[in-house]
């Protein structure tokens, strides 16, 4: 575990464990660590960070189960905490605390008594803090401002876990295995993936969730909602994760790159995916059949062969299918879209093979490996009849729009009926 240590909050330091404020001295040039490189503006905080390389603990508990470790002298709060003496007790549950300002408020939940309400509208609660937090949010005010960086905010509380993203600090550890964070929030979540406890129940299906922001995004499944909107086209999700790794198809940025070949993608799970055309891994398996695919999305493709499910339907007419994607491209025999256009000419067409077939007319490209020969066949199904030495002739016309001579097809008939024989 991480040891706890000062804390910057503007132009101050607060000890927790000594439970004083001592002023900063501010120094025009910012101080480095030798350490990590980590650059701060006061000495303070750069001494509270040289701590947490060091593994000197100055206090430690005497408890044989306890982790808790302090670089002060005087953890005289956590000691109570082993104490049998829990000096404040809720008679309405199981609540105790040894502090009576968290008696107090949590008292405030069997009662119901929400003394801070807000003069801007109907808002009231029960602790001063939350208050004080809200009717921020009308002045748009952000008073708690990091002296590393530009962060502000509108709590102490926010700030005090902001400045460990600077110092490195994460005293909250998991005793299961070695994760560690810098809120207490993220280490109960973090416990549910031990506990397997889905807290977040949807209305509308059997979907479980972790956190309460997990189920907010899913439900937008059910409401249709797509709050995030690209600027520069009509694209919307549901996650600001996704509108971000949609952003950089209008980029050319491809910061992730293969370290075998020349591949480049624009997010992790995309080189995650092509790593597997190299190891060959297929980690997804079918339970009816032997299929096996790089990706969960090619299973539940292929999982609609066995079930027959065309969970995608034509609102123009009867035609369904298993994918997204055929019926885009079926949309387009109603709509008429052309979308894919050629730049020798003005051939348009609905699909993308269509358009890779027209432009061998162009390039006069004839991809398989018997493409040295005069009359070489686009489709490989055409080719296969042909020898490396004597290579036959197809007797129809090809798709290139030459056709065959008399002559060249007499050949074609000898060399078959030879074959025969």
């Given at each position: 575990m991480e040891p706890h240590f000062l804390e910057d909050f503007g132009s101050k330091i607060i000890d927790k464990d000594l439970g004083v404020c001592q002023k900063t001295s501010i120094i025009e040039r910012p101080l480095k660590c030798n350490e990590c490189n980590c650059i701060y503006p006061t000495f303070e905080i750069l001494?509270?960070?040289?701590?947490?390389?060091?593994?000197?603990i100055i206090n430690k508990s005497s408890e044989s189960d306890c982790n808790y470790s302090t670089l002060t002298r005087f953890p005289v709060v956590h000691k109570l905490t082993h104490s049998n003496k829990q000096l404040f007790k809720c008679t309405e549950c199981d609540y105790s605390s040894i502090r009576y300002n968290n008696f107090k408020v949590h008292m405030r939940t069997h009662t119901g008594e929400n003394p801070y309400t807000c003069s801007e509208c109907d808002y009231s609660c029960a602790q001063y803090g939350s208050w004080k937090a809200h009717t921020l949010r009308h002045t748009g005010e952000n008073p708690y401002v990091c002296n590393i960086c530009e962060y502000s905010c509108k709590t102490t509380g926010c700030l005090k876990v902001h400045i460990r993203t600077h110092t490195g600090e994460k005293p909250y550890t998991c005793t299961e295995c070695d994760y560690s964070c810098n809120t207490s929030s993220h280490l109960k979540i973090h416990m549910r993936t031990h506990t397997g406890e889905n807290p977040y129940t949807c209305r509308e299906c059997n979907y479980r969730g972790k956190t309460a922001s997990h189920l907010k995004v899913h439900l937008?499944?059910?409401?249709?909602?797509?709050?995030?909107?690209?600027?520069?086209c009509e694209y919307s999700c549901k996650r600001l994760s996704n509108l971000k790794r949609h952003i950089r198809v209008h980029s050319s940025e491809r910061p992730y790159t293969c370290n075998i070949c020349e591949y480049s993608c624009k997010n992790t799970a995309y080189l995650k995916v092509h790593m597997r055309t190299h190891t060959g891994e297929n980690p997804y398996t079918c339970d009816e059949c032997q299929y096996s695919c790089r990706t969960q999305t090619h299973l539940k493709v292929h999982m609609r062969t066995h079930t027959g499910e065309k969970p995608y339907t034509c609102t123009e007419c009867p035609y369904s299918c298993k994918t997204s994607g055929h019926l885009k491209v079926h949309m387009r025999t109603h709509t008429g879209e052309k979308p894919f256009t050629c730049s020798e000419c003005?051939?348009?067409?609905?699909?993308?093979?269509?358009?890779?077939?027209?432009?061998?007319?162009?390039?006069?490209?004839?991809?398989?490996?018997?493409?040295?020969?005069?009359?070489?066949?686009?489709?490989?199904?055409?080719?296969?009849?042909?020898?490396?030495?004597?290579?036959?002739?197809?007797d129809r016309e090809l798709e290139l729009g030459t056709g065959l001579t008399n002559e060249n097809s007499s050949e074609s008939s000898s060399s078959s009926d030879a074959t025969k024989l």
């Open positions: 001494k509270a960070h040289l701590l947490t390389h060091s593994s000197k937008r499944i059910h409401t249709g909602e797509n709050p995030y909107s690209c600027i520069k003005k051939f348009s067409c609905s699909r993308s093979s269509v358009l890779k077939k027209h432009l061998r007319k162009h390039s006069g490209e004839k991809p398989n490996p018997f493409s040295e020969f005069e009359n070489a066949c686009i489709r490989w199904e055409d080719s296969i009849t042909h020898s490396g030495e004597e290579p036959l002739n197809c």
